[in-house]
Structures are given as C-alpha cells and as structure tokens.
C-alpha cells in the first residue's frame, strides 16, 4: 500500500468508523500493525518483537497469562512431605505472570509443592500486602482450566480440546466456537509455559536444588527470574529465547506439575 493511499484510508477511518488513538497507539500505528500482520503472515510474538509494543496492546483486553510451576527445593525432613507434589517429588510452587513479550510481571515463591496453583493465587489476591498486580477495569489475565473463571481471569471452556497439540494433530481440525475461543485461548497463554521452558533450561538449578537454606532457594528463584527480564530486555538475540520464543513452541512438561527481573515484582513467601 503506498502512502498515499493509507493515509486516505486512515481519514475515511476517522470520519466514518469509531477508531481513535489509543493510549499507547497512534491510530496510524494500529493500522500499520494490523496490515503489517496480515500481509506477511506475522504470528502474534513476531509482531510485538518488531513493533516493540506489548501483548496487551496487540491483544487489546489482555495484559498477561498466569500459571504455576514447580521447581525443585531442598527441603527439612520434618516438613518435606509438605512439598512433595504431584508425583511424590520435593518441589516448591512458583506462580508467575508473564506479559505477551516473555517478561515475568509478578512472582511468588515459597509455597510447598502440594498446594494447587488455583490456592496460591487465591491467598495472594486476599492478601492486601501482597502487591497483586490487579488487572484494570475491563482487563484480564488468561489463565488455564485449574483456576476459576471470574472478572480479570479468563480461563477455557471445560470438556472442550484446549492444548495446542491436540488441536493441531485432529484430522478434523477446529470444530465449532468453543473449540475455536480455546485455541486462541492457548494459543496466546502459552507464553507463560513458553517462559517457564526459558527459565528452566538457562537454570538447572531449579530442577536440582542444592542444600541451602528454604529462604536462600527462595531467593535464588528469584534471582533466576529477575536474570531471565534482563537477558529478555538486553540480548534479543538471546538462542533460548529465539528457541522457545515462536508461538506454538511447548516446552518439555514439568516433573511435577499440578496442571496438564528489573521489571518483575515478587514477593517470597515465608
């Protein structure tokens, strides 16, 4: 599209349809990614890494994915049956957001291993010392089947194909509007798993914690995630990143999970 022509088809928007600028968006700009998206068949990562804007603004009303996983912990005799998960290992709990550009948000560490994720997001929305990023009026993370779904968290439809690989390998592909909303569902939220992959692979050891102390594994968890936001923030061209980085791309399931940064927030339970 010449110029001219785009900026004949940004006044006829102006005068005849709704569109404005946004808080973070010309509307030029908003065009420009909607053409520059469909015309070279950009996934909905690619587009925020070469436009440099956030998931939530390609996504509109949603500004992130939350999701917990468990990392290894060195735990107490007295207390590790406190956090054998799942699977009988000893893990902790991590729950995490993650914005659309693969940067942890929000972290929480410490809970034991045998606490669902729906329990730990639970205490820390009632805790007013928690400092949960509360999405605004009208926003809302997407989270997986093991949360509730209610104002600010949209989760899947239940007894419907959800997981990426399902969905892809049917013969029949995509059937009917439930089927659909739940692809798209994973297919965005899977940025979290996506992070967590990142994460796990650049530090092994959160799957094989040594002997320190509860509180110095908590803190080194969170080191872990604060060094994963800078490398995002300042090596783009980082190869795990660029790994796990394309959209559809899952990483190896947790050992344990409970479900099938300088820009970070945390807190460290004790």
């Known amino acids: 599209m010449y110029r001219p022509c785009f900026e004949m088809l940004i006044q006829v928007l102006r005068q005849q349809t709704?569109?404005?600028n946004s808080r973070y968006l010309t509307l030029e700009e908003?065009?420009?990614i909607f053409v520059y998206v469909i015309s070279q068949k950009e996934t909905n990562r690619m587009a925020m890494e070469d436009w440099q804007h956030s998931g939530s603004t390609i996504s509109v009303n949603c500004v992130g994915a939350i999701d917990g996983t468990h990392i290894a912990v060195h735990a107490p005799a007295d207390v590790a049956n406190n956090f054998r998960g799942r699977k009988s290992t000893?893990?902790?709990n991590m729950l995490a957001i993650c914005s659309f550009d693969m940067l942890f948000t929000y972290v929480v560490i410490g809970w034991e291993g045998a606490v669902?994720?729906?329990r730990v997001l639970t205490t820390q929305l009632e805790d007013p010392t928690s400092s949960?990023?509360?999405p605004p009026p009208g926003k809302y993370y997407l989270v997986d089947s093991g949360y509730s779904n209610k104002p600010g968290f949209l989760a899947p439809f239940r007894n419907v194909p959800?997981?990426?690989?399902d969905a892809r390998r049917r013969a029949g592909g995509i059937n009917g509007p439930t089927e659909l909303f739940n692809y798209r569902h994973v297919s965005l939220r899977n940025c979290i798993e996506r992070c967590f992959g990142v994460l796990k692979a650049r530090f092994p050891i959160l799957r094989y914690m040594t002997n320190f102390s509860l509180i110095r594994q908590r803190e080194i968890a969170m080191c872990c995630c604060v060094l994963h936001?800078?490398?995002?923030l300042h090596n783009r061209g980082d190869p795990l990143f660029d790994k796990y980085g394309v959209d559809g791309v899952m990483p190896p399931c947790d050992s344990d999970s409970d479900d099938d940064a300088p820009s970070s927030s945390g807190t460290a339970r004790d």
């Open 90 to 92: 000893v893990t902790s």
């Open 162 to 165: 959800y997981h990426l690989r």
């Open 132 to 134: 949960f990023p509360h």
């Open 18 to 20: 709704t569109l404005q």
């Open 229 to 232: 936001n800078f490398i995002r």
């Open 30 to 32: 908003q065009v420009m």
């Open 116 to 118: 669902h994720d729906s």
